[in-house]
């Protein structure tokens, strides 16, 4: 009879098998974090972008000065804003513009926004001008 010298073959002392972790998965895979398709939940890039569009004033007296905000969550980096003020003058592409209206009327402005990855949100504000 022969025996050849093996980790837990032997006279007497027998090392239990190891337990496989947690972490592995046979083959010595680590298992997956996330179902195909899908990014992990703690992947910042994960969440979905949201926009809303805020603002300091939303009613006063021609010329009405108004400071707009885009508030923003989620999304992938670099963000493009744009901002349509309502009353026929050019865009802003600055997250949070100043805009000046000259003529009495109610205006509505609208923030879209859309980030590297494809995903855009969007939300509007209206302004009263007397």
């Known amino acids: 009879m022969l025996c050849v010298a093996l980790a837990g073959c032997g006279g007497g002392e027998s090392t239990p098998p190891a337990t496989p972790s ?6 010595g895979t680590p298992p997956p974090t996330a179902a195909a398709g899908e990014k992990a939940e ?3 890039d994960s ?3 949201l926009a809303w569009a805020d603002l300091d004033a939303d009613e006063g007296k021609a010329p009405l000065t108004v400071q707009f905000k885009a ?10 804003y744009t901002w349509k003020f309502g009353d026929g003058t050019p865009d802003s592409s600055e997250p949070n513009p100043k805009h000046t209206y000259e ?5 509505r402005a609208d923030l879209s926004v859309a980030d590297s990855g494809g995903d855009s949100d969007s939300d509007y504000v209206e302004v ?3």
Do not use: H, R, S
């Not at 947690?22 to 083959?27: F, I, K, L, M, S």
């Not at 003529?103 to 205006?107: E, L, N, Q, S, V």
């Open 42 to 44: 703690d992947d910042e």
């Open 103 to 107: 003529k009495a009327g109610k205006y």
């Open 71 to 80: 508030d923003v969550e989620g999304g992938k980096a670099p963000l493009k």
């Open 22 to 27: 947690a972490t592995t998965v046979p083959g």
């Open 128 to 130: 009263d001008v007397q």
């Open 47 to 49: 969440a979905p972008l």
